[in-house]
């Protein structure tokens, strides 16, 4: 009788931190989905391909930005969402000296203004 106790309050348990696994990872996808916003709505870093995960309320964002301030700046929107206890910056700043991800996503007149100085060079 005590092993057949055991074994209850055992898969009670792994169902209750199930359970929590879950809420969690609900509550996951919601600061993600908040901290997208939030960088979408900023014109300066809504061109850029900037993923964010989170596990466990902490987010990490991964990407490439042209600037240390755009950088910073999608930093300092992520810690302002609710619910964000830490965040890992892992973006990289392009640093080739051509327009990045931005022209590819839609900013052509940068890119043609670049294309029009290289053709009246030539």
Same mark, same amino acid.
């Given at each position: 009788? #005590?092993?057949?106790?055991?074994?209850?309050?055992?898969?009670?348990?792994?169902?209750?931190?199930? =359970?929590?696994? $879950?809420?969690?990872?609900?509550?996951? $996808?919601?600061? #993600?989905?908040?901290?997208?916003?939030?960088?979408?709505?900023?014109?300066?870093?809504?061109?850029?391909?900037?993923?964010?995960?989170?596990?466990?309320?902490?987010?990490? &964002?991964?990407? &490439?930005?042209?600037?240390?301030?755009?950088?910073?700046?999608?930093? $300092?929107?992520?810690?302002?969402?609710?619910?964000?206890?830490?965040?890992?910056?892992?973006? +990289?700043?392009?640093?080739?000296?051509?327009? #990045?991800?931005?022209?590819?996503? =839609?900013?052509? +007149? +940068?890119?043609?203004?670049?294309?029009?100085?290289?053709?009246?060079?030539?």
């Amino acid at each position: 009788m #005590s092993t057949s106790r055991n074994l209850t309050v055992l898969m009670l348990a792994a169902v209750m931190a199930g =359970g929590a696994y $879950a809420k969690a990872d609900g509550e996951d $996808a919601k600061i #993600s989905a908040e901290v997208q916003k939030r960088i979408d709505e900023r014109p300066s870093l809504r061109f850029y391909n900037i993923s964010v995960r989170t596990f466990d309320h902490v987010v990490y &964002l991964e990407g &490439l930005v042209d600037t240390n301030f755009d950088r910073s700046q999608t930093e $300092a929107i992520t810690r302002t969402v609710p619910g964000v206890t830490k965040v890992y910056d892992k973006l +990289s700043l392009n640093g080739n000296g051509w327009p #990045s991800t931005r022209a590819l996503n =839609g900013q052509a +007149s +940068s890119t043609r203004a670049v294309e029009g100085q290289a053709s009246a060079v030539d």
